[in-house]
């Protein structure tokens, strides 16, 4: 049990519609990241927030957005679904302190699962 | 381009045998990690090697990490069927804050 918490577990979609999935931090980080993992795949970064701002962003088109609250909880937003969209998303959260060992070890929730028909 | 690489991606193993899991990386990382994933799971964080010659155990696996090789190893010894997963190696970018997965390996460990 990490601490991190995603809602929903699982969600259907069509194509055009747009998504927004949740995610809950660990408490005492202020960092997010979320994943994208298709099916047979490693998990592939789309983009992390530090202290309600964008702090990198990977290779995914500007119809994933994201969000994240003062009290550090995230949302991931996808407009416009395409069916290649349906993945596992996952959510990391972490804490960004510059301590050596503690910095940057992400805590991974249990996903939320999108199926786009 | 940081790029990780896994192999085998697949592997069938007779339970009380041993065997190794390779991860090779293509630029110098801070970190390297180990992940479990069960099918239809989350992510479980197994280990984190943070420096060359690094090694750490848990139980039948153990994970060293070479940084002048850029490669990390997750060694299974005598192995039991509940260690069947999917098993990630992952980098983070020096100065960067993501992190970049292997496609994993597929563990069937037969009883």
Known sequence: ETGVTQSPTHLI????QQVTLRCSSQSGHNTVSWYQQALGQGPQF????????ENGRGNFPPRFSGLQ???YSSELNVNALE???????????????WTALAKNIQYFGAGTRLSVL | EL???????????QEGKNYTIYCNYSTT???LY??????GKSLES??????NGAVKQEGRLMASLDTKARLSTLHITAAVHDLSATYFCAVDIRGDDKIIFGKGTRLHILP
């Not at chain 1, 979609?13 to 055009?16: A, I, L, Y």
């Not at chain 1, 789309?46 to 701002?53: A, L, T």
């Not at chain 1, 069916?83 to 302190?97: I, K, P, Q, V, W």
């Not at chain 2, 790029?3 to 193993?13: G, T």
């Open chain 1, 13 to 16: 979609k069509t194509r055009g």
């Open chain 1, 46 to 53: 789309i983009f992390q927030y530090y202290r309600e701002e």
């Open chain 1, 69 to 71: 609250f003062p009290n």
């Open chain 1, 83 to 97: 069916l290649d969209d349906s993945a596992l998303y996952l959510c990391a959260s972490s804490l960004a302190e």
């Open chain 2, 3 to 13: 790029k990780v690489e896994q192999n085998p991606l697949f592997l069938s193993m």
């Open chain 2, 29 to 31: 990382s801070d970190r």
């Open chain 2, 34 to 39: 180990w992940y479990r994933q069960d099918p």
């Open chain 2, 46 to 51: 197994l280990f984190v090697l943070l420096s």
